[in-house]
């Protein structure tokens, strides 16, 4: 079964491109926009896309995704209703899907039938930020069978005995968490973060995806000597919560200087 | 006594560590630095000092006469945590912890806090060893906890008052988890509660659990035989772990864990998580929880702070399903009225928290015989709580 996580990371790599992957909370400012944003950012050229699935507590998040989960959650915005816009968005593009969702909600809908359901409407992998690969085997082994790829995060802090157990439970690529905090915009970014991109390249030949904290295309650009694939989130999401009305022109303007920037 | 957690952290189905892969790494070194301090005389008998020194244990077991009287049926003895320095059982686990943490050579500690208790507990622990020291607390309780919060202030920790989510104690948490994956490397986390990731939920249990056997004890000593009940309020849990803990092997005594009914267990405005929740992870651990179908997290209410929390700790969850303890409620017009009556039948000002406590007491101690005794824990003084009570009552404090 092909992923199409692979075949876009794989061709990328064949032409010598770094990633760019986006990231929005679904359902902020709703469902209805998430659609149209991310059909918006995949034509400005963004490889995969980041949807993340709102939680009433998200621990690992900063101020700025958090206030975009509350909007979302205000608007009624459900993990049922977040695959019915996967569904949307599949009948007119194909850029790989990434599921960002904390576990409860997955836990709440029901591992299996989640793990069907989200392959069913096209999601094509899953980030699950409160799941530890102690507590994951359960889930990684439904999402192997459907070909739902689950993606580790790994840390600053994760040792490399323990980097090499976590990378061997991720698919797709793996995510390096490039600062030792939560999610937000930072004005400096991490200088060591090629020996945690090290490490995972020496234990893995899965791709390597940066995130957390990266802002400006300035960064993405610094970042993407270490790494095949460069996360944004907050960055986007803060455009959004001060441009509602006319999110989807400044959105995809600043996916483009983005990918752009890591064309250059 | 059965071992449990397993290793793995694991209350039967419940427990485990549900964080991000950030504080993994400092999980797991939390865990083997405890596992070798509970086993270290060094380290018991340096414990047992400062308990005794200067928390002042042990805490009293007395017989409740007015109370016993007023309801005339069983014996009602209260443990006494309200007596404790600080003014509630919370600083057994703080100078625990705070001891465990200068072991691991940490320089700054953080917590969270619903109604004060804990903050000021690991505040004072924070003071009496040299921590820098910061306390996360929700607006809603910075405000209803006035009191705690210039404690707090005094004894040299910062405040700081979260304004995300409902501003309770689970918002504080949330919030001090955010600060412990910034700053893990040099950070201990002091959870006041049995709940979050493991090892939390041992620690915590561990730390509380001179509560019972104090109470065994004293209850062997006075009446030569065990209760038949022992009581306990129930937030996330930890006075009720404390004090049940000790007493789960003895069969004959029941257990009766009291959750907070809130405006009433049909409102849809509690925090009886463990009579009307259902399994879901919060805050690191796999447990109860008040959630909707989604599995998003209900806002919940209690008059009392510190049992306003949607979740509870995972081996409550655990010791529900194999029946060993009833949890069950009240609500806060019957915690309001337990608040003034145990002010005039004895002569104590109990928290309202442990006022939870005290009306289920009332109700099963009137059912019963005065052959029959019933423990309940006091777990904590109601000075914090005498402005909420003027409130309610219509007077100027």
């Known amino acids: ?264 | 006594m059965v071992q449990i957690p397993d290793e793995h952290g694991y209350f039967g189905n419940y427990g485990g560590r549900f964080v991000p892969e950030t504080l993994m790494p400092a999980l797991i070194e939390l865990n083997q630095s405890y596992q070798m301090v509970k086993k270290d005389e060094k380290f018991q008998n340096e414990l047992k000092y400062y308990l005794s020194k200067y928390v002042g244990r042990k805490s009293p077991l007395y017989f409740a006469q007015g109370l016993t009287e007023y309801c005339s049926g069983a014996k009602i003895y209260l443990k006494r945590e309200d007596l404790n320095h600080t003014g509630a059982h919370k600083i057994n686990n703080t100078i625990g912890q705070l001891l465990l943490a200068k072991k691991m050579g940490k320089r700054r500690v953080i917590a969270e806090t619903g109604a004060g208790q804990h903050g000021v507990a690991t505040a004072t622990a924070a003071a009496l060893f040299g921590f820098e020291c910061t306390v996360y607390m929700g607006k809603e309780d910075v405000r209803r906890q006035a009191l705690n919060v210039f404690r707090m202030k005094l004894l040299g920790a910062e405040v700081v008052a979260v304004d995300s989510g409902s501003c309770t104690l689970k918002d504080a948490m949330n919030e001090a988890i955010r600060d412990w994956v910034a700053n893990v490397e040099n950070t201990y986390y002091c959870i006041g509660s049995v709940a979050g990731p493991h090892p939390y939920p041992e620690i915590v249990r561990d730390f509380q659990s001179v509560i019972g056997h104090e109470a065994r004890e004293q209850i062997l000593e006075e009446t030569g035989r065990l209760p038949d009940y022992v009581v306990a309020c129930v937030g996330g849990g930890s006075n009720a772990m404390g004090m049940f803990y000790p007493f789960l092997e003895d069969q004959q005594v029941k257990m009766v864990g009291v959750e907070a009914a809130g405006y009433g267990l049909d409102s849809g405005k509690h925090c009886a998580t463990l009579t009307k929740g259902k399994p879901g992870v919060l805050q690191g651990s796999y447990s109860y929880l008040l959630q909707d179908e989604h599995g998003q997290v209900v806002p919940v209410h209690s008059i009392s702070a510190g049992l306003d929390y949607p979740g509870v700790g995972p081996e409550h969850s655990y010791l529900k399903d194999i029946n060993r303890v009833d949890y069950t409620s009240v609500d806060d017009n019957e915690a309001v009225k337990a608040f003034q009556l145990l002010c005039k039948t004895d002569g104590i000002i109990p928290a309202l928290e442990s006022a939870h406590a005290i009306a289920e007491t009332v109700k099963l101690a009137s059912r019963l015989n005065d052959n029959q005794i019933v423990i309940v824990n006091l777990s904590g003084r109601g000075d914090k709580d005498v402005n909420s009570m003027a409130e309610i009552m219509g007077v100027e404090a």
């Open chain 1, 1 to 264: 079964m092909n992923n199409r996580i692979d075949n876009c990371l794989t061709q990328l790599k064949e032409d010598k491109e770094k990633a760019f992957i986006p990231y929005i909370a679904a359902g902020d400012p709703n469902l209805n926009t998430t659609v149209e944003l991310v059909k918006a950012m995949a034509d400005a050229g963004a490889d995969i896309i980041e949807l993340g699935v709102p939680y009433s507590e998200p621990m690992a998040d900063g101020p700025i995704i958090q206030k975009a989960v509350q909007r979302s959650l205000e608007q009624g915005t459900t993990l049922p209703k977040i695959l019915d816009s996967v569904k949307l968005i599949r009948q007119t593009k194909q850029v790989p899907l990434v599921l960002m969702s904390y576990y409860n909600p997955i836990l709440q809908y029901g591992l299996e039938d989640f793990v069907k359901d989200a392959v069913q409407t096209g999601v094509d992998g899953l980030i699950v930020p409160d799941l530890p690969v102690e507590e994951c085997h359960q889930l990684f082994s439904l999402a192997v069978e459907e070909g739902l790829y689950l993606i580790q995060l790994v840390a600053p802090t994760t040792s490399n005995s323990r980097l090499k157990q976590v990378v061997r439970y991720s698919r797709g690529f793996v995510y390096c968490v490039s600062v030792t905090g939560v999610t937000g915009v930072r004005e400096e970014s991490n200088s060591k973060i090629c020996d945690l991109t090290g490490e995972v390249k020496d234990a893995t030949s899965l791709p390597i995806g940066v995130g957390f904290g990266v802002s400006t295309p300035e960064q993405a650009t610094d970042m993407a000597q270490y790494c095949d694939a460069v996360i944004v989130g907050s960055a986007i999401v803060k455009e959004i919560e001060n441009n509602p009305d006319n999110a989807i022109n400044i959105v995809s303007k600043l996916v483009a200087d983005f990918k752009s920037a890591l064309a250059s």
